[in-house]
């Protein structure tokens, strides 16, 4: 009784790993239409569930969080770039809410996903940047976007660079 118990136990285990593992968003870089983009751009997940991005094709990509694109209480990711085919990242995602991010070396693409873990969030949930966090998201974008630049980067992208949008995030799960 206990063997069979035992074995289904391990099973039991064994299917939850393979849920988790099935938890997959692909990076795509598109030769034939130009386009950039993750796939599926929107998932629900349920707290504790790991999503793992896959780069299909050589490309350079990365997953960051907006500074005021994940509920207050959890933390952002930043992923390393991704450059090679079949690179993967992982992230467990702890925090119930909606959690946006994108590629920032093609935010001028409007590459783009979203994770809700369980449930949306309402915008009064989401972070509220502070002055570190807009520091460290500059820091990201500098890499790739001149300061000089920032104009032409989408709307979301310069509220978060600017220093002081920390008094509030209204419109965080606003596409743009």
Known sequence: MLRVWGFAGVCIVAANMALADD???????????????????EITIQRGDTVTWI????GVHNMSTYPDGFPAGATGFAS???QEEGERWSHTF???????YHCIPHILMQMTGRVIVERTSQP??????NAADIEAYRDQVTVFFDP??????????QRNLMEGT???????????
């Open 94 to 100: 702890t925090v119930a809410g909606t959690y946006d």
């Open 148 to 157: 000089e630049d920032f104009i032409d980067l989408p709307q979301r992208v």
């Open 166 to 176: 920390q008094n509030g995030a209204a419109g965080a799960n606003a596409e743009e």
């Open 55 to 58: 780069n299909r094709q050589f």
């Open 124 to 129: 009064d949930e989401q972070n509220l940047p």
């Open 23 to 41: 938890i997959r968003v692909d990076v795509i870089t598109d030769d034939d239409t130009g386009e950039m983009k993750f796939v599926p751009a």
């Open 80 to 82: 390393p770039l991704l």
